[in-house]
């Protein structure tokens, strides 16, 4: 029958097409564990991220700092851009807790230095695999604990304007006993920054012998976070140090979202303080608060009354409110959210002032007890 020949035929083919397949496949499989045998057996550099973390960040730029200037074979190929590359052989010694110097030669050069910095700068953010924490060796106790602080620990918030505050490392009391470099982070609540950036102080207490030192800060929209990073380059820590890193420059939204009482505006997360061998050093962060945001027009609608108002610098004055019971405390702020001192007595229903010789202009009362808070504007000629 002319048509059972075909089906013949292709039994024949598929008896002798089975194991050729099969045989196709075991060597496609060898193959395929052949080139995935790096991937299986041992770490991969991903250019930038030199802790091997599963990121490349700013506290990747530590690494760098702590290892600029040092040599080393080359790898196969000269590449930074975000694909595993081939561990070289051959560099020793190590970062805590272990892994090669050649992760910080990004390039892949032979040579660690600023251009390794690039890599860092354009794969910014990328991961692979698992993220871990960032892991350093701990510095030996310290008596003292330097402070991480933006200037004041309280402001109003100015809608549609630049704010600026001075970020600082430490105090006469609270040296950095060895520094040689800092990374941190700036987290701000959702809806409230356009947009921050950080201006490195110049001709800095921590770059004293002025060969320059890596920086980079990095604003992440989506985040609302700024990442910081500062370190040195010669291997050589400054002693009982402390002083302004900088200054953050804040872009405040036309329209915030009103809230009542205090809010952590700006909160340092993240922070590593480490020596020329990437010791850490615990550091206290001081977190920046913000008054309520009502507009200057909305705070008059606050259910309290002054005599007088407007009121002269120097005089009396009294506030009359249903909502006071005289067991508030009362802030006089100036228009920055700086707090001017102010002699207040209390009784249920009246709050008496007696205000200092201050300049004429706008000013804040703030008016807090267990449970409320009211705030309200003082006019002063
Ligand atoms: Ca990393
Ligand atoms: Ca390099």
Redo the contacts with the bound molecule.
């Keep these: 029958m002319p048509s059972g020949k075909p089906i013949h035929l292709n039994c024949n083919q598929n008896r002798l097409l089975k194991p050729m397949l099969e045989f196709a496949r075991k060597i496609f499989l060898f193959l395929f564990l052949m080139s995935s045998l790096p991937l299986l057996g041992q770490d991969l550099i991903w250019p930038g991220d030199i802790n091997n973390n599963g990121v490349a960040d700013n506290k990747d730029v530590l690494y760098l700092g702590a290892t600029l200037g040092l040599f080393g074979p080359e790898r196969d190929s000269i590449y930074d851009f975000w694909e595993p590359q081939n561990v070289p052989s051959g560099w020793a010694p190590s970062f805590y807790p272990y892994f090669d110097f050649a992760f910080a ?9 600023d ?2 910095l690039n890599a860092i700068i354009q794969n910014y953010g990328f991961e692979h695999g698992i993220i871990e924490e960032d892991s350093f060796d701990i510095f030996p106790s310290t008596v003292s604990q330097p402070i991480l602080f933006a200037g004041e620990e309280s402001i109003l918030l100015n809608e549609g304007s630049t704010m600026s505050f001075p970020v600082t490392l430490g105090g006469t009391t609270n040296v950095v006993d060895e520094y040689y470099g800092i990374a941190f982070s700036l987290n701000f609540p959702p809806g409230f920054v356009v947009s921050a950036e950080f201006e490195f102080t110049d001709t800095t207490w921590f770059d004293a012998e002025g060969d320059g030192s890596l920086y980079l800060s990095r604003w992440d929209d989506e985040g609302n976070r700024l990442d910081i990073v500062h370190s040195k380059r010669n291997q050589t820590p400054a002693l009982g140090t402390w002083g302004e890193i900088g200054i953050v420059h804040v872009v405040i939204e036309d329209d915030v979202p009103g809230f009542a009482g205090e809010i952590d505006f700006m909160t340092f997360d993240q922070t590593y303080l480490v020596n020329h061998v990437l010791q850490r050093q615990n550091t206290i962060t001081i977190p920046l608060k913000a008054q309520g945001t009502t507009s200057l027009e909305e705070l008059q609608k606050t259910s309290l009354d002054i005599y007088p108002h407007p009121v002269g610098a120097g005089k009396n004055c009294y506030i009359l409110s249903e909502q006071i019971n005289g067991q508030e405390t009362l802030k006089l702020l100036d228009i920055s959210g700086r707090e001017i001192p102010v002699e207040a007595s209390f009784e249920s229903g009246r709050i008496d002032l007696q205000l200092p010789d201050v300049p004429p202009g706008v000013y804040i009362l703030s008016i807090q007890s267990e449970n409320k808070s009211l705030i309200h504007k003082l006019s002063i000629h």
């Design positions: 030669d990004c390039n892949g050069d032979g040579f660690i230095s251009e390794d």
